[in-house]
């Protein structure tokens, strides 16, 4: 079903003004609350990272890992055991774990089914028990019971991939390495730390390592993975206690999305199009320069789309999972 605007002028009027209001200004409104920068957003990615790291000192005190551990062996079980797992939860499962295997000697001694049991509610128990028993007879075979310090030979074990070799190497040897996890991933491509055609954690990396400094690797690693882990979280970011909201170009994405409108009629159409002012019943799908797939007006192709039951704009802002 498609109909003229019941509101005719008003609502169109009313819907263009809003969005030509949206000009950039010194203060950001939402709801409210009022944001007022300290200073203006940088325009370089190396400017903008630089900004990004002096805040998140600021209000992360330890950037360091989460994970509970005293040796460069418990460390490599531990990172192993989080793969697709909280730190919260490992750090629960590996006390009866290390108590059991108090070194890498004692794990190369066990088997899967041995293991199995205290990692049981780890994600993935099974694959993770066959990987701790291979690697601990690696390392035993092949490093004569020490875990290796390098990437490069950390990466020859069982169940250790790119990220936790880095993440390995960086924490426990103090290595230039730039590990990126899934939040890493998530919070570089938020901020706008890395370009559009970084879709994979290592070409994050790369990019990551581009504009910060070789010194600052390490901390860099912890300071995004505590962002994410706690404000930049993947499903409800929490833009208002952000402090960095004013370098994010995720957050000023969100802020250019028209406003709800109200008083549609909801009897008239499943979605209302601002630009040509009519309801409609079944829109196009169109794909905007992020690549994303937009609700689109049916008649002119305009993604200035609303759902009439809610006032709320149809678009969607581009979001970032790992993928690959």
């Not at 590996?94 to 108090?102: Q, V």
């Not at 390392?139 to 790119?162: A, M, Q, S, W, Y």
């Not at 799908?285 to 704009?313: F, I, K, N, W």
Request: a negative charge; one cysteine or more.
């Amino acid at each position: 079903m498609e109909t003229e605007g019941a509101m005719g002028h008003d609502v169109k009027h009313w819907a263009n003004w809003s969005r030509l209001e949206r000009s950039p200004a010194p203060w950001v409104q939402r709801a409210d609350v009022i944001f007022e920068p300290a200073h203006p957003s940088p325009v370089g990615r190396s400017d903008r990272a630089d900004v990004v790291l002096e805040e998140l000192r600021e209000r992360i005190d330890r950037p360091t890992t989460e994970l509970q551990y005293d040796t460069p062996y418990q460390l490599l079980v531990a990172v192993i055991l989080s793969a697709q797992c909280t730190d919260e939860r490992v750090n629960k499962a590996t006390p009866d774990l290390f108590d059991a295997y108090p070194t890498v000697e004692a794990l190369a001694e066990a088997t899967p089914d041995d293991i199995h049991p205290y990692i049981q509610s780890i994600t993935f128990p099974n694959n993770k028990a066959g990987y701790l028993a291979r690697m601990a007879r690696q390392v035993v075979d092949n490093f004569d019971g020490k875990v290796p310090e390098t990437i490069d030979d950390l990466e020859t074990l069982t169940g250790v991939g790119r990220k936790t070799a880095r993440v390995v190497a960086q924490v426990a040897h103090d290595a230039d390495a730039l590990p990126v996890d899934t939040h890493v991933f998530r919070v570089a491509n938020r901020i706008g730390l890395v370009k559009e055609d970084a879709t994979t954690p290592k070409k994050v990396e790369q990019q990551l390592k581009r504009v910060i400094p070789k010194a600052e690797w390490g901390e860099a690693h912890h300071l995004l993975i505590l962002h994410g882990r706690y404000t930049c979280t993947a499903r409800s970011p929490d833009c208002h206690d952000c402090p960095i909201h004013e370098e994010c170009k995720h957050y000023d994405r969100l802020q250019r999305l028209p406003d709800p409108i109200d008083g549609l009629d909801s009897s008239a159409g499943t979605y209302y199009c601002t630009t040509s002012d009519h309801y409609f019943d079944d829109p196009e799908t169109h794909v905007d320069r992020y690549d994303l797939e937009q609700v689109a007006c049916p008649r002119c192709g305009s993604m200035q789309v609303v759902r009439t039951s809610t006032g709320e704009p149809t678009k969607q802002v581009k979001d970032y999972r790992v993928n690959g």
